[in-house]
T-cell receptor
Framework: NAGVTQTPKFQVLKTGQSMTLQCAQDMNHNSMYWYRQDPGMGLRLIYY???????DKGEVPNGYNVSRLNKREFSLRLESAAPSQTSVYFC?????????????FGDGTRLSIL | QKEVEQDPGPLSVPEGAIVSLNCTYS??????FMWYRQYSRKGPELLMY????GNKEDGRFTAQVDKSSKYISLFIRDSQPSDSATYLCAMSTGGYKLSFGAGTTVTVRA
């Protein structure tokens, strides 16, 4: 019972490099999310996808792009990485029927930009 | 000013003590209140969910919401070393967007 799987778990990039973070869920959820977690800041929403083929900007979308290729997979791309994007990135999924539907999180990707 | 304020701690208590955690918020439109638990190197997991004001109890955990004061609390009774984690409060007006606190790190000493 995998839940939400994120790859890779760790990555170090140089400024200006590009990278795609992968996320897949096996719970047949319609909604998927990308967050970043920084010390003292809590979780901040980068992008949200209500269903396959739809995406919406969250609180901190600048410097990121996303793709919802199918119901299972939601990827996050950094086109030109900057040191300010050093963070822990979490993918989550949920049913969209109401706020009491819990968001299920993956274990994160720890990204360092040098 | 952040929409949700949470004291980051850290909080260290002996085994068996009561752990008290709280968050304050500024958006009076928040109606749904959640507590997530996050173990080290893991993703958050939903611990408690409360709608509007009032109390909710689940085993050793009690969540309280006071909308008049814009203040929510989580109490952990008979704390165990396995309760050592970071606890995140989260709130919603009813849509998909959650506003998270920064998290409070708790250590329960055996």
């Amino acid at each position: 019972n995998a839940g939400v799987t994120q790859t890779p778990k760790f990555q170090v990039l140089k400024t200006g490099q590009s990278m795609t973070l992968q996320c897949a869920q096996d719970m047949n959820h319609n909604s998927m999310y990308w967050y970043r977690q920084d010390p003292g800041m809590g979780l901040r929403l980068i992008y949200y996808s209500a269903s396959e083929g739809t995406t919406d900007k969250g609180e901190v979308p600048n410097g990121y792009n996303v793709s919802r290729l199918n119901k299972r997979e939601f990827s996050l791309r950094l086109e030109s990485a900057a040191p300010s994007q050093t963070s822990v990135y979490f993918c989550a999924s949920s049913e969209p029927r109401g706020p009491n539907q819990p968001q299920h999180f993956g274990d994160g990707t720890r990204l360092s930009i040098l | 000013q952040k929409e949700v304020e949470q004291d980051p701690g850290p909080l260290s208590v002996p085994e068996g003590a009561i752990v008290s955690l709280n968050c304050t918020y500024s958006n009076s439109a928040f109606q749904y209140f959640m507590w997530y638990r996050q173990y080290s190197r893991k993703g958050p997991e939903l611990l408690m969910y409360t709608y509007s004001s009032g109390n909710k109890e689940d085993g050793r955990f009690t969540a309280q919401v006071d909308k008049s004061s814009k203040y929510i609390s989580l109490f952990i009774r008979d704390s165990q070393p396995s309760d050592s984690a970071t606890y995140l409060c989260a709130m919603s007006t009813g849509g998909y967007k959650l506003s998270f606190g920064a998290g409070t790190t708790v250590t329960v000493r055996a």
